[in-house]
């Protein structure tokens, strides 16, 4: 079965630099989510998307956007990144409105230097 | 403050015994609980997930027990594996203004087997 597909799977920035994430989720799913994971930490929501409408928003940085395309792909891009972005960076997908389930992606790991 | 509180942070278990993890929540709006599994380097994996009309949930070795008036709900493993070995991650779902449903986690529960 197709899954979430999250690119690049690894991702080195220098301090004050931009990075853009990318996320494919499963066919036919039009709702995308984008968590952030610090090391030994669980996972924290940013950001939702559903029919390519920004859904909600949690503890996402000023200096973080999103958008999720015609094709329902998103893309996460971080500006002015910092030490502290570090993490790994999951995106999730599901059905539609109602459906409960969640799927996760493989996750980018992002190093901040 | 973490809405969903897990414990314990950690857990060893023999193989073939029985492993526990508990989580309780605060928030009477989370109407859906689900349990990840998550190997190092991997995203969470969809394990079991229940819903506050039901008080039990059996999928193959795993099952979920949820305690509505008590606001608390558990995870077993039965005849535990070393290849169970994983951080398992309680969590909570509420709908929200919009479509989307925001996944509230706990604090993860590193769940090693021993052989």
């Known amino acids: 079965a197709a899954g979430v597909i999250q690119s690049p799977r690894h991702l080195i920035k220098e301090k004050r630099e931009t990075a853009t994430l990318k996320c494919y989720p499963i066919?036919?799913?039009?709702?995308v989510y984008w968590y952030q994971q610090g090391p030994g930490q669980d996972p924290q929501f940013l950001i939702s998307f559903y029919e390519k409408m920004q859904s909600d928003k949690g503890s996402i940085p000023d200096r973080f956007s999103a958008q999720q395309f015609s094709d329902y792909h998103s893309e996460l891009n971080m500006s002015s990144l910092e030490l502290g972005d570090s993490a790994l960076y999951f995106c999730?997908?599901?059905?539609?409105?109602?459906?409960?389930?969640?799927?996760f992606g493989p996750g980018t790991r992002l190093t901040v230097t | 403050q973490q809405q969903v509180k897990q414990s314990p942070q950690s857990l060893i278990v023999q193989k073939g015994g029985i492993s526990i993890i508990n989580c309780a929540y605060e928030n009477t709006a989370f109407d859906y609980f689900p349990w990840y599994q998550q190997f190092p380097g991997k995203g969470p994996a969809l394990l079991i997930a229940?819903?506050?009309?039901?008080s039990e949930k059996k999928e193959g070795r795993f099952t979920i027990s949820f305690n509505k008036s008590a606001k608390q709900f558990s995870l077993h493993i039965m005849d535990s594996q070393p290849g169970d070995s994983a951080t398992y991650f309680c969590?909570?779902?509420?709908?929200?203004?919009?479509?989307?449903?925001?996944?509230?986690f706990g604090s993860g529960t590193q769940l090693t087997v021993l052989p």
């Open positions: 999730a997908s599901s059905l539609e409105r109602g459906t409960y389930e969640q799927y």
């Open positions: 066919p036919r799913h039009d709702t």
């Open positions: 969590a909570a779902c509420r709908d929200l203004s919009g479509s989307a449903r925001q996944l509230t």
């Open positions: 229940i819903r506050p009309d039901v």
